[in-house]
């Protein structure tokens, strides 16, 4: 079985500083990863995910994250944050050949102050 | 990219009354739908996994009988909470997986009911 941990709850920062929500999972077998973004009173949005490949994955917005195997983390990094990237995050993995229910991590709450 | 439509939104019911949730794929046709319901601040917990035509598979600790999830349709499936109490208030999502795809693929997300119980 696979396992998620985000150590961060909640992550304070000011607009325009760079950010990183940390994700590490655990799993006996190789994983896809997968960084979800909830906005208020919403249900998930999909903002990048791993599968196979280069490991630095990167979305429309900005966001990247980068697939660690050894340090078995997916790390999600943007440089320059807005007042709109305020939201939670939710970092998730499936175990490749399963049955893609993905387990998540409990999330981290982005505040982006002005 | 595929749209999945839940609704409604937001719903506020009395005790002991039953509830239902409807989660639709619009653009495609879903094989798999997940259930996943979560408390303020907290991860997505899996209640159940619902396959077009069959018996929904349930998460450990999830009450069948009072979570009934039907998947009649490939674009359609619903959650009904029966007998609701206030302990059943909270932000119950749905997800869609296409039909005919790998496991490697993306579940969309509806955007979730948030359930109130007076």
């Known amino acids: 079985a696979q396992s998620v941990t985000q150590l961060d709850s909640q992550v304070p920062v000011f607009e325009e500083a760079p950010v990183e929500l940390r994700c590490n999972y655990s799993?006996?077998?190789?994983?896809?990863l997968f960084w979800y973004v909830q906005y208020p009173n919403q249900g998930l949005q999909l903002l990048l995910k791993y599968l196979s490949g280069s490991t630095l994955v990167e979305s429309i917005n900005g966001f990247e994250a980068e697939f660690n195997k050894s340090q078995t983390s997916f790390h999600l990094r943007k440089p320059s944050v807005h007042i709109s990237d305020t939201a939670e995050y939710f970092c998730a993995v499936s175990e490749k050949g399963g049955s893609y229910i993905p387990t998540f991590g409990r999330g981290t709450s982005l505040i982006v102050h002005p | 990219g595929a749209v999945v439509s839940q609704h409604p939104s937001r719903v506020i019911c009395k005790s002991g009354t039953s509830v239902k949730i409807e989660c639709r794929s619009l653009?495609?046709?879903?094989?798999?739908m997940f259930w996943y319901r979560q408390f303020p601040k907290q991860s997505l917990m899996l209640m159940a996994t619902s396959n077009e035509g069959s018996k929904a598979t349930y998460e450990q600790g999830v009450e069948k009988d009072k979570f009934l999830i039907n998947h009649a349709s490939l674009t359609l499936s619903t959650l009904t909470v029966t007998s609701a109490h206030p302990e059943d208030s909270s932000f119950y999502i749905c997800?869609?997986?296409?039909?005919?795809?790998?496991?490697?693929?993306?579940?969309?997300f509806g955007q979730g009911t948030r359930l109130t119980v007076v």
């Open positions: 653009d495609f046709q879903a094989t798999t």
């Open positions: 799993s006996s077998v190789s994983v896809y």
């Open positions: 997800s869609a997986r296409e039909a005919g795809t790998g496991s490697n693929t993306e579940a969309f």
